[in-house]
């Protein structure tokens, strides 16, 4: 088990440009999680699927941003028109639905918005 | 709006001292989890808590759920600077929403 894989660890984009994450989750894992965290703070809740379905999306998920899992395995976030304040690290986590819904984080996208 | 409370925000302290930080809520969880993030990585589960009243131990570090299964406890005995970091709560309540604290930042001092 590699655990939760998020790529790329760091993406440096000029304002306006449009980004896109990936998430690969642990394997045997039906959710996967979105969430947003900026410096000092705890991670904010932006999404999540279980399997291939979108089943929530907070209200910090502006129409710039969308998420997929079209498979129900990875799933990629992609930010569009990007701005100075989608600055942040953005972590991915997976959790099986059963039982405790642990979640498991991988170590993160640094976003930085020039 | 189901909140998680964590206190103190910020904590610096000696090696060789002993904290205890809090996370309270006036939810209750079905299960908590501690999670110990370093700057520039995910958080890293430490301990997950599901019974009212229950305590784990992890090495130097105690963790205690409330009776109620309100609110929670880490206790960290004789800190060390490998303890340095955020520790963040998570707490699972209605519909398997997992709320997060916005963490306590811990700095020990060598």
């Known amino acids: 088990d590699t655990g939760v894989s998020q790529n790329p660890r760091h993406k440096i984009t000029k304002r306006g440009q449009n980004v896109t994450f990936r998430c690969d989750p642990i394997?045997?894992?039906?959710?996967l999680y979105w969430y947003r965290q900026t410096l000092g703070q705890g991670p904010e809740f932006l999404t999540y699927f279980q399997n291939e379905a979108q089943l929530e999306k907070s209200r910090l998920l502006s129409d710039r941003f969308s998420a997929e899992r079209p498979k129900g395995s990875f799933s990629t976030l992609e930010i569009q028109r990007t701005e100075q304040g989608d600055s942040a690290m953005y972590l991915c986590a997976s959790s099986f639905s059963s039982g405790w819904n642990i979640q498991y984080f991988g170590a993160g996208t640094r976003l930085s918005v020039l | 709006t189901q909140l998680l409370e964590q206190s103190p925000q910020f904590l610096s302290i000696q090696e060789g001292e002993n904290l205890t930080v809090y996370c309270n809520s006036s939810?209750?969880?079905?299960?908590l989890q501690w999670y110990r993030q370093e700057p520039g990585e995910g958080p890293v589960l430490l301990v997950t808590?599901?019974?009212?009243?229950e305590v784990k131990k992890l090495k130097r570090l105690t963790f205690q759920f409330g009776d109620a299964r309100k609110d929670s406890s880490l206790h960290i005995t004789a800190a060390q600077p490998g303890d340095t970091g955020l520790y963040l709560c998570?707490?699972?309540?209605?519909?398997?929403?997992?709320?997060f604290g916005k963490g306590t930042r811990l700095h020990i001092l060598p």
């Open positions: 394997s045997e894992h039906n959710r």
């Open positions: 998570a707490g699972a309540g209605r519909d398997d929403k997992i709320i």
């Open positions: 808590v599901v019974t009212g009243g």
């Open positions: 939810s209750v969880f079905s299960s």
